[in-house]
């Protein structure tokens, strides 16, 4: 029989995904399985391919210039700033079918990029660099991180800190990826001046995405998604309440040239690649340690 104890506890766990059988890549000793899971790259943010298909894309064009009606008849919860600044990306009729082929090009950049980074002169393969995030995984049970090749201490030696660069520094150079940096996995203080000029350098050479003028940024066209759902219930006569009608967007975003803290929808004060965005229960923290300032 066992004995009664005095030591109770509940952990503060979290449970990751499914990731189904073939997810076991084998077991180095009893306590020790290895696995295969998803990793979602930190501070930074590809075109979506969740539509799957050219189809659905075009469906979603369809739905985005909906939207755009409904914006226009003042029937959607949004500012004046906010509608002035979307509806030009909404108006082109392409708003699904840009994000689904920019999200298969993306994707095309990556998987070129990370096979001829990570394949020695030799022809062998590098191992993988994971670093992961202060907060190490998201609330789909992905793990957060950074991802480079791995390289020797005597090859880092050698390099300079862009040579050995992660793959999201690629991703943000080549303008297939829009920065998303989310507090508080922010860069370290020798990384962030490399991500923000190629961030900048992306945008003014129209690099990647930036070739067209009215592209979404995947956020956008996330927010743009659950705003178009959230003005059809309205439109349809279903009662939301405040906060429901505003779940579209949530995160706060600072500038990080000026530490001003703006509300939700004004994000669109800030050019892109300064934009810090702040998920509503950590703003407090990230004033204090951050040392933001809300903008009147």
């Known amino acids: 029989m066992v004995d009664a104890v005095e030591i109770l506890w509940t952990p503060a766990g979290q449970n990751l995904p499914s990731l189904?059988?073939?997810?076991?890549?084998?077991?180095?000793?009893?306590?020790?399985?290895?696995?295969?899971?998803?990793?979602?790259?930190?501070?930074?943010?590809?075109?979506?391919i969740?539509?799957?298909s050219s189809d659905k894309a075009a469906d979603i064009d369809q739905e985005f210039l909906q939207l755009a009606e409904w914006i226009r008849q003042g029937k959607a919860p949004v500012t004046n700033t906010f509608r002035e600044y979307i509806l030009p990306k909404l108006e082109t009729g392409s708003g699904g079918s840009l994000q689904f082929k920019q999200g298969q090009q993306a994707s095309s950049f990556y998987k070129a990029k990370s096979d001829e980074r990570l394949t020695r002169e030799s022809g062998r393969k590098r191992n993988l660099f994971v670093r992961s995030a202060d907060v190490p995984f998201d609330r789909f049970g992905r793990l957060l991180a950074y991802v480079a090749p791995s390289y020797s201490k005597t090859?880092?030696?050698?390099?300079?800190?862009?040579?050995?660069?992660?793959?999201?520094?690629?991703?943000?150079?080549?303008?297939?990826?829009?920065?998303?940096?989310?507090?508080?996995?922010?860069?370290?203080?020798?990384?962030?001046?490399?991500?923000?000029?190629?961030?900048?350098?992306?945008?003014?050479?129209?690099?990647?995405?930036?070739?067209?003028?009215?592209?979404?940024?995947?956020?956008?066209?996330?927010?743009?998604?659950?705003?178009?759902?959230?003005?059809?219930?309205?439109?349809?006569?279903?009662?939301l309440s405040f906060p429901e009608q505003l779940e579209w967007r949530s995160r706060y975003c600072a500038d990080m040239r000026t530490r001003r803290l703006y509300g939700p929808e004004a994000y669109t004060d800030i050019p892109e690649p300064y934009r810090l965005w702040v998920w509503p229960d950590d703003v407090q923290e990230a004033i204090g340690k951050l040392n933001l300032v809300p903008k009147e």
Request: negative net charge.
């Open 50 to 52: 969740t539509a799957r």
């Open 155 to 239: 090859e880092r030696a050698q390099m300079t800190r862009r040579e050995r660069a992660t793959f999201n520094l690629d991703l943000i150079e080549s303008g297939w990826a829009t920065p998303f940096i989310l507090f508080p996995s922010i860069p370290g203080e020798l990384d962030l001046p490399i991500f923000l000029e190629s961030a900048v350098s992306a945008m003014e050479n129209k690099a990647g995405q930036y070739v067209e003028e009215f592209f979404l940024p995947a956020y956008e066209y996330r927010m743009c998604e659950k705003l178009h759902d959230i003005t059809k219930k309205l439109v349809a006569g279903q009662e």
């Open 20 to 48: 189904g059988s073939r997810a076991l890549v084998d077991v180095t000793d009893g306590d020790t399985p290895n696995i295969r899971m998803p990793v979602r790259m930190l501070s930074i943010d590809t075109p979506e």
